[in-house]
């Protein structure tokens, strides 16, 4: 029987709905009273409808990566039980590695984690073990691709500021050439100037928008794959580090 999730392995993709779920009632809302569509329309470089590809594509990858997150803490949990239960030692067993070599600790990062230390174990023939290097290595498997993030963030803005400079000059390029005598070219030329202008408002509005969402969205992964982190360095320096140097003071 597949055993239940604990709140708190479920917790990092639960803020991520209730987040994603209060900015699609917001962009709801906004498409109900045509902000939306006129801001499509008015933006003849199609600079905004980028922006929200691109918005859309940065947050089903963050979605992956809560998910992800959301699997090695479960695990994590899962290892943690499994030690607090009692075990003697950790025996490696074939790929895996498991407590008295009958009770398998979960897949994962952890898991691969506790079976290198082991390994390393069994290698240096009693000496002190020595992670830090592990550790580092697994900081960088936890964080994974989390740092696209960041780049999505900042894309997204210049993007928007990209926008706003394409804007300003359909805005002023029409004044080149203006001639004051005609009425007709004068009314034309404030055309073009409104939708320069638009176009330069818009875009920004939308870039800016779109990089504090993915920032916020990625704010929270970072912040749950840390909380990860430290309980996995707590669970192995209490438990695994402590019965693989209790083994390797027995070994003769």
């Known amino acids: 029987m597949p055993r239940r999730l604990d709140p708190a392995d479920r917790a990092p993709l639960l803020h991520w709905m209730i987040f994603t779920g209060l900015t699609l009632f917001a962009a709801v809302l906004l498409w109900h009273y045509g902000l939306v569509r006129q801001m499509l329309v008015a933006d003849r470089t199609y600079i905004s409808a ?119 000059i359909m805005m002023l390029a029409p004044i080149a050439g203006l001639d004051t005598g005609n009425q007709g070219a004068i009314k034309a030329s404030m055309n073009l100037m409104s939708e320069g202008m638009a176009v330069a408002m818009y875009t920004t509005l939308a870039g800016l928008i779109g990089s504090i969402l993915v920032r916020i969205q990625y704010y929270m992964l970072e912040d749950a794959t840390s909380q990860l982190f430290a309980f996995a360095v707590g669970l192995i320096d209490v438990h695994a580090i402590s019965l693989l140097e209790r083994d390797a003071e027995r070994a003769p």
């Not at 979960?106 to 230390?117: E, F, N, T």
Request: aromatic share 6%; hydrophobic share 45%.
């Open 50 to 168: 980028v922006i929200v590809l691109l918005y859309i594509g940065a947050s089903l990858h963050c979605l992956w990566r809560t998910i992800v997150v959301s699997r090695e803490a479960q695990a994590a949990r899962r290892a943690a039980e499994l030690f607090a239960e009692g075990g003697q030692s950790v025996v490696v067993v074939g790929d895996n590695v498991a407590i008295d070599g009958v009770r398998p600790l979960p897949k994962g990062l952890v898991a691969s984690h506790i079976r290198d230390l082991a390994t390393k174990s069994t290698l240096q023939n009693g000496r002190r073990i020595d992670q830090t290097l592990l550790l580092r290595r697994l900081a960088g498997n936890l964080r994974g691709s989390n740092g696209f993030g960041g780049f999505a963030g900042d894309t997204l803005m210049k993007l928007g500021l990209i926008g706003t400079i394409v804007g300003f």
